[in-house]
């Protein structure tokens, strides 16, 4: 069975940055992307951006470019987002995800 | 980028009821559409993939079709288990692009 799992919740304060992690099990780890969505309070679904952990090769979207940024460790099979500079736009759910996979989401909260 | 464009935002139907959720495609997506179901608290729940597409364990209530850029999720009979909210997702090109999501409610 595959299962995602994702790392607890965070609290960043405004300008720092925050490192959210994606365990991955039941299945080969290299052999998928890992897709990273948000979901900010009360709002739709955000695409971030992909992962190949393979390669380590990444695709973002363009509002995430200098936001966001996709890792792995296929030594662990966990993926990795950091998301950077937060401000209060950054508070949000975060879920990986692969095929019909999903993480259980982290929330992240931007306060000082 | 392409933009998905669902209607509508929120919904309240009786049980029973036939229910329709719409996503139009602002360019072509061919069947590239997945419809997801997302309850309170919980990760989003693939419905339908390739636009009409059942996933397994998804009751039969649940169906998808297209009519040229429109991409529709029905449920012929609402249930009470059924409330939650649907997004649609192109998977065609990236940046993959969400819907705005709709909330479905019970009347």
């Known amino acids: 069975e595959v299962q995602l799992q994702q790392s607890g919740p965070e609290v960043g304060r405004p300008g720092s940055s925050v490192k959210i992690s994606c365990k991955a099990s039941?299945?080969?780890?290299?052999?998928?992307?890992m897709n990273w969505v948000k979901q900010s309070p009360g709002q739709g679904l955000e695409w971030i951006g992909w992962i190949d952990p393979e390669y380590g090769s990444t695709d973002y979207a363009e509002k995430f470019k200098k936001k966001a940024t996709l890792t792995a460790d296929t030594s662990s099979n966990t993926a990795y987002i950091q998301l950077s500079s937060l401000t209060s736009e950054d508070t949000a759910t975060y879920f990986c995800?692969?095929?019909?996979?999903w993480g259980q989401g982290v929330m992240v909260t931007v306060s000082s | 980028d392409i933009q998905m464009t669902q209607s509508p935002s929120s919904l309240s139907a009786s049980l029973g009821d036939r229910v329709t959720i719409t996503c139009r495609a602002s360019q072509d997506i061919g069947n590239y559409l997945t419809w997801f179901q997302q309850k309170p608290g919980k990760s989003p729940r693939r419905m339908i993939y390739?636009?009409?597409n059942l996933e397994d364990g998804v009751p039969s209530r649940f169906s998808g079709s297209r009519s040229g850029s429109d991409y529709s999720l029905t449920i012929s009979s609402l249930e009470s288990e059924d409330v939650a909210d649907y997004h649609c997702?192109?998977?065609?090109?990236?940046?993959?692009?969400f819907g705005s999501g709709t909330k479905l409610e019970i009347k």
């Open positions: 997702l192109q998977s065609i090109q990236y940046p993959l692009t």
């Open positions: 995800a692969m095929g019909t996979s």
């Open positions: 039941g299945y080969t780890f290299t052999d998928y992307v």
């Open positions: 390739g636009a009409t």
